[in-house]
């Protein structure tokens, strides 16, 4: 238990904002730490939570919806958007995988990678703008399905060949174990919150295994900017999912006769 509180410590300091000071970490620590993303993702999810309750109770709900996003950002340090861009860049330059290897390389900001960034934004703050208010829980549950699609990923592919980076160690140690607990864990929690959310939650689940087989053909495997990738394009699969869930309610909970209610 001491172990696991300190991985688990390594990866709040690492992966958020939140200043830990710790003595000393081993290279097996730090990596291991990523393990524990979807954990990790409970605690930011439980300041998002927190966040969203108190902003719902202003009456402007789009500004509420971009101070929420500010927040996130502020939170996580914006720390997977690189790996969203320079993977819209790749994947939009129409070239060959070693050239698109190049591109999310290359530190610069292509016009894609833009575009996709932006999309991104705006589909959080609408899908915020909606959810503060109609299903904050949601905004506990997002950064961990996220975090959860990231071990997924990492545990059924492999490192793509000179892709360098902190994401080959994590899809080494991933296994589908991991990926089994966690499903199990969440799966239940969204089942026992509201129903339709484990509906959410499996549409995610599905088109993030989808997202994970289209990068993996492409690249030959994953890098960390396909991790990151990943956990914020599954979050905005989420809450787009929650919305549209919540919006078929009536109609599926009177087809499966109230199973879903």
Same mark, same amino acid.
């Given at each position: 238990?001491?172990?696991?509180?300190?991985?688990?410590?390594?990866?709040?300091?690492?992966?958020?904002?939140?200043?830990?000071?710790?003595?000393?970490?081993?290279?097996?620590?730090?990596?291991?730490?990523? &393990?524990? =993303? *979807? +954990? @990790? #993702?409970?605690?930011?999810?439980?300041?998002?939570? !927190?966040?969203?309750?108190?902003?719902?109770?202003?009456?402007?709900?789009?500004?509420?919806?971009?101070?929420?996003l500010i927040f996130y950002i502020w939170i996580?340090?914006?720390?997977?958007?690189?790996?969203?861009?320079?993977?819209?860049?790749?994947?939009?330059?129409?070239?060959?995988?070693?050239?698109?290897?190049?591109?999310?390389?290359?530190?610069?900001?292509?016009?894609?990678?833009?575009?996709?960034?932006?999309?991104?934004?705006?589909?959080?703050?609408?899908?915020?703008?909606?959810?503060?208010?109609?299903?904050?829980?949601?905004? &506990?549950? =997002? *950064? +961990? @399905? #996220?975090?959860?699609?990231?071990?997924?990923?990492? !545990?059924?592919?492999?490192?793509?060949?000179?892709?360098?980076?902190?994401?080959?160690?994590?899809?080494?140690?991933?296994?589908?174990?991991?990926?089994?607990?966690?499903?199990?864990?969440?799966?239940?929690?969204?089942?026992w919150l509201r129903p339709i959310l484990s509906?959410?939650?499996?549409?995610?689940?599905?088109?993030?295994?989808?997202?994970?087989?289209?990068?993996?053909?492409?690249?030959?495997?994953?890098?960390?900017?396909?991790?990151?990738?990943?956990?914020?394009?599954?979050?905005?699969?989420?809450?787009?999912?929650?919305?549209?869930?919540?919006?078929?309610?009536?109609?599926?909970?009177?087809?499966?006769?109230?199973?879903?209610?």
């Amino acid at each position: 238990m001491r172990q696991f509180l300190k991985e688990l410590a390594v990866g709040i300091s690492f992966y958020t904002r939140v200043p830990i000071q710790l003595k000393s970490v081993s290279e097996d620590e730090f990596y291991h730490c990523m &393990l524990y =993303m *979807p +954990v @990790i #993702g409970v605690f930011i999810g439980a300041l998002m939570f !927190a966040a969203g309750w108190l902003l719902g109770h202003w009456q402007r709900t789009a500004l509420s919806a971009v101070a929420l996003l500010i927040f996130y950002i502020w939170i996580t340090g914006g720390l997977h958007y690189d790996g969203v861009a320079d993977t819209v860049d790749a994947l939009f330059s129409a070239r060959d995988r070693d050239r698109m290897m190049a591109i999310m390389k290359d530190s610069r900001l292509g016009a894609f990678g833009a575009i996709g960034l932006v999309l991104l934004l705006f589909t959080m703050w609408g899908s915020y703008q909606i959810l503060i208010k109609a299903l904050p829980i949601s905004l &506990l549950l =997002m *950064p +961990v @399905i #996220g975090r959860y699609c990231a071990v997924q990923t990492c !545990a059924f592919s492999t490192y793509a060949e000179g892709g360098g980076g902190l994401g080959k160690r994590i899809t080494e140690i991933a296994k589908p174990c991991h990926v089994l607990v966690y499903l199990i864990l969440i799966g239940g929690l969204t089942w026992w919150l509201r129903p339709i959310l484990s509906l959410a939650f499996g549409i995610t689940v599905v088109l993030n295994l989808l997202l994970m087989a289209y990068c993996n053909r492409k690249f030959a495997g994953i890098t960390g900017d396909q991790i990151g990738l990943t956990i914020e394009m599954t979050q905005a699969i989420f809450m787009v999912a929650t919305i549209a869930m919540t919006d078929a309610a009536p109609v599926l909970t009177q087809i499966t006769g109230g199973l879903l209610a």
